[in-house]
Every structure is written in structure tokens, then in C-alpha cells.
């Protein structure tokens, strides 16, 4: 697959014709025009297919109340593609199943294995150590000076949290985050990995270093971290066994977890100080954090699709699929539909209605991880509100070249205390 | 209007009056009831509105369809009196259901 170069002609949405409309074009969402595309598939083809587009041969579902249909249609609608399940399809030699991509039984029985980790309980003893290590970032700001949110901020705490879940070492920690851009970028974005064959080497560098962890593990009474919780549950326990699956596996919970919880919470910083009056309505009343949250993942929506595949044929909205056919739920298409969400382009923190979003998913695959997301970016801004901190946003952030992951490279800011110059 | 008891987690009792035909869940949002969630809106598609339903009044509930038993598999602290309460219409012979509500929905 070639990289396609930004086409002048794109730059005017009306006047693409239909058929010629690619949703999986990386381009579009780097350079932000990708919405215009949503709003016209939505009116013109709410169940579209596409031939021949930079991710090949998809239907494209835009619609919030579809996508939700399609999302719990797991008899009809696989997760169990072999290809995984983003448009950036694999080699299936290449394979690196996990549940995610797993229909039940077997999907069920690993996904409980890991779930209680992120379960409301739990949660509440991982709390105190997200907002000290919250704090301790933030206190260590440069006030005043530009610096880039992204790797000072998103990226260091993620990574912190990421190391608390694996109980990973701490000094090591880089090497999740590392591990996790290795496992999604676009091989055509002109990052490190160029190939299929490429990422494959790299993420079994990172099997090796969790292979031994897990011996390491397994041989000691059962601890409240995702190695120990899978190396004791019977559901994973063989994983070692199955190389590719527990590479799956690892690669799931350290995505997972990683670039969408850093990708939000840039996008909360940029979202905050584009509309100033959602800032000032936010330092009126902090508790409004509850609320705020929900909106920047749903305005945001840092996963911006789900990939299925068709286990039989089937007529959905008047549409034929066929057995074997990939259809795409767009949830980042979803998140603006006006027939399901009022003034859906408007972001705005105490709408009524805000947790009721299509980001997380919906169905038995639906995010796991979601509260714990949340959790984190609460505590965020509850630390900066306390500090009395505002985050000015110098420039226009970079904007990720994928069609899979919706976040921010790099953003430059500059960080002062309310009020100051 | 049908009365509906929550009783969060921490004993805090909530008493509420319902039409007939909503659901728990509606209730518990229209009311400001803490302690359940309903991303989904109702659709059977988050599992974010589960419940404990008090012992006596769960035989009268009309039996769980089968997304709403995939859904509760997953749900944090599922036991036998679970429900997803976007799943359970208030009618009259419901009036004074007690519900007791989870440490937190997922």
C-alpha cells in the first residue's frame, strides 16, 4: 500500500463524487477534513462500500444507532477476522490474536480474566496512586515556558500507569510506550516501522522481556497486577504456550490503555482553551470534571473505528453484505450524528446526556479499560483546577497520520497560573 | 406514578415515583440517583445500569433476554439477583420494587 499524497482536489468535500469518498485515507484525518466526509456518507450512504481504497474493500457504517446495531450483532458481525480488527489488516500469518479479536466462548472467558483489574474496586486502590504520580508530574511543570504537552504530560503519565498495571519495571517503563506505537503506527507515516514484517520483529523483542516477567510470576502467590492476574487465571494461563496469542494478549492491554488515554487527554488541554467559555464554565464549577470527561472522549473519539467481518450473508439497512465482507463501525462518524446526539459539533461540557457516546464501544467488546480512562482524566483536571493552573496552546497541534488512531504527535504549550500573564 | 426504591451503596436510601412503562434505569437518571450509569441509553449494549434486585420481587420480573445475560456475564459483582435495570419496565404490580445499587458500574 502506497502513502496517498494530500490531492488538492480533496480539499473541497461537496465536490468529491461518492464513490470516490475513502474513509480509511490516513490524510484526511491528519489534516482534519476527515468530518466532512462523515456528514456526507451519513446523508448520502449511511451504509457505504468502498472498492479499492488505501485500507482495500470495506463497508462503512456512519451511523450512531447502526453502529450500535452492528456492535451487538456478534452472531452476524465478527471480531474473529484474523486480519485483527482495524483496517490496517495483518498478514494472517502475522496473526496476533487476543480477545479483542475473538468471538465467545473464547473471548468471555479471557476478557474476565483481565477484567477485574479495571473494575470499579480495584479502582478505587489504584486511585491514590494516580493522583500522586499526577502530582508529581504537575509540580514539576515549567511554568511560563513552552514545552510539548504531549511527551511531558500525556505520554509520561500513561506510561506511569501503564507500568503500575504490568507492575512492569519502572525504570524500564518507556519500553511500553515504545512497544505500544510500534504495535499501531501506519507503516506509511515515516515513523520507525515501515513493514508488517518490521512491527512483528520489534513486538517479539517485547515477548521475550514478558515471557520472563511471567515465569517470574507465575512461580509466586497470585498478585493484583495483569501478569500475575493471567499467569493464575485458567483462562490464560497457558498463554506462553501460544506465543502469538499472548503477544495478542500484551500487545491489547498495553495499547489498550495507552494511546487513547494520551491521545484524550492532549485533546482535553486543546479542547479547554479553543473554547473559552467552556474553560470559564469549567473553573466556575470544578465538579463539572464529571461531565467534561465523557464530552472530550466523545468529542475526541480517540479510537476512531472497529473493524467486523460478515459470517454470513446479511441485508442490513437495505444494503447486501456479503459472507466475508469487512464492515467498519465509524465511531468517530457516530459521535457527530445529529439524529442521535443534539448540536453534536458543539462541544460542551454539562450537556445533558454526555456519557452516551460510541467511543468505548458497545457490546461484549466494549472498552474494558473505560473507567480507568476516565478515572485518569479526572484526576487530571482535578489536579490542575486545585493548582489553579491554565494551559495555553501556542500552536496548532500535529495531528497523527493513521486512520485508526485519533490523536496529537506533538503539542506546544505554555503552562501559568489563572490569571497571569 | 409506581415507586421505585434505590438503595445505593452505601445505604443511602432514594424512594421515587415512576410512570409505568419506564424503565429502572430512566427512573434512577430522570430522578438524579446516583450510582448508575446507562451509557448506552438503554440498549441492552453497556451493562452500566446493573442492579441487585431485592429477593422478592425478582420472580416477577419478566425473564432476561439473551443480551441482556451475555451483558451481565461481564458486569463486576454479578450474582444470581442481577439485572440490568434498562431491561426492567415499571408496571403496577412493581410498585415499591427496592433495588440495591453496585460500588460502581464498569
Request: proline content about 6%.
Amino acid at each position: 500500500m502506497e502513502a496517498i499524497a494530500k490531492d488538492p482536489r480533496m480539499a473541497d468535500v461537496s465536490s468529491v463524487p461518492l464513490a470516490q469518498i475513502d474513509p480509511s485515507n490516513p490524510s484526511l484525518f491528519a489534516d482534519d477534513t476527515i468530518g466532512g466526509y462523515f456528514d456526507r456518507l451519513r446523508k448520502e450512504a449511511p451504509i457505504f462500500y468502498r472498492k479499492g481504497g488505501y485500507s482495500g474493500d470495506f463497508w462503512s457504517v456512519t451511523k450512531y444507532r447502526d453502529i450500535i446495531q452492528v456492535d451487538t450483532n456478534h452472531d452476524v458481525f465478527s471480531s474473529e477476522t484474523r486480519t485483527g480488527i482495524t483496517l490496517n489488516d495483518r498478514p494472517q500469518e502475522m496473526d496476533r490474536p487476543a480477545f479483542i479479536a475473538m468471538d465467545p466462548p473464547k473471548h468471555d472467558e479471557q476478557r474476565k480474566a483481565v477484567s477485574p483489574i479495571v473494575a470499579p474496586e480495584n479502582l478505587l486502590r489504584l486511585k491514590e496512586g494516580i493522583r500522586s504520580r499526577t502530582a508529581d508530574v504537575l509540580d514539576n511543570l515549567p511554568l511560563g515556558e513552552p514545552f510539548d504537552w504531549v511527551e511531558k504530560i500525556s505520554i509520561e503519565l500513561t506510561t506511569r500507569m501503564l507500568a503500575t498495571l504490568f507492575d512492569f519495571p519502572y525504570e524500564d517503563r518507556a519500553r511500553l510506550t515504545y512497544w505500544s506505537d510500534v504495535a499501531h503506527m501506519d507503516i506509511n507515516a515515516g515513523g520507525p516501522i515501515k513493514s508488517e514484517a518490521q512491527r512483528d520483529a520489534e513486538l517479539s523483542k517485547m515477548l521475550d522481556v514478558f515471557t520472563r516477567l511471567w515465569e517470574e510470576r507465575a512461580n509466586l502467590p497470585p498478585q493484583p497486577d495483569l501478569i500475575s492476574m493471567m499467569a493464575h487465571a485458567p483462562a490464560t494461563r497457558h498463554l506462553p504456550r501460544t506465543p502469538r496469542e499472548f503477544l495478542g494478549n500484551l500487545q491489547l492491554l498495553i495499547v489498550g490503555g495507552n494511546d487513547t488515554t494520551r491521545n484524550t487527554m492532549s485533546a482535553s488541554i486543546y479542547f479547554l482553551d479553543k473554547f473559552r467559555a467552556e474553560q470559564a464554565k469549567l473553573r466556575a464549577n470544578p465538579k463539572l470534571v464529571a461531565t467534561m470527561v465523557p464530552e472530550v472522549i466523545r468529542y475526541q473519539t480517540p479510537l476512531t473505528h472497529m473493524k467486523r467481518v460478515a459470517k454470513r450473508d446479511t441485508v442490513f439497512q437495505g444494503q447486501k453484505i456479503h459472507e466475508g465482507d469487512r464492515v467498519v463501525m465509524w465511531y468517530l462518524s457516530g459521535n457527530r450524528d445529529e439524529e442521535a446526539i443534539e448540536n453534536p459539533n458543539a462541544f460542551i461540557i454539562d450537556r445533558p446526556g454526555a456519557r452516551q457516546h460510541l467511543s468505548f464501544g458497545f457490546g461484549i467488546h466494549r472498552c474494558v479499560g473505560n473507567r480507568l480512562a476516565e478515572l485518569q482524566l479526572q484526576i487530571l483536571w482535578d489536579e490542575l483546577l486545585r493548582r489553579d493552573l491554565q494551559v495555553e496552546v501556542l500552536d496548532e497541534p500535529v495531528r497523527t497520520y493513521s486512520n485508526i488512531i485519533h490523536g496529537f504527535n506533538s503539542m506546544n504549550v505554555r503552562v501559568k497560573k489563572w490569571g497571569t500573564k | 406514578m409506581v415507586k421505585v426504591i434505590y438503595i445505593e451503596h452505601d445505604d443511602t436510601a432514594h424512594a421515587v415515583e415512576v410512570a409505568p412503562g419506564t424503565s429502572l434505569m430512566k427512573g434512577a437518571l430522570n430522578n438524579s440517583v446516583p450510582g448508575i450509569d446507562g451509557d448506552c441509553g438503554g440498549e441492552c449494549a453497556c451493562g452500566t445500569c446493573h442492579v441487585y434486585v431485592e429477593e422478592e420481587w425478582l420472580e416477577r420480573l419478566e425473564p432476561q433476554g439473551q443480551r441482556e445475560i451475555e451483558m451481565l456475564d461481564f458486569a463486576a459483582g454479578a450474582k444470581p439477583n442481577s439485572r440490568l435495570s434498562c431491561q426492567i419496565a415499571m408496571r403496577e404490580n412493581l410498585d415499591g420494587i427496592t433495588v440495591r445499587l453496585p460500588v460502581g458500574q464498569h
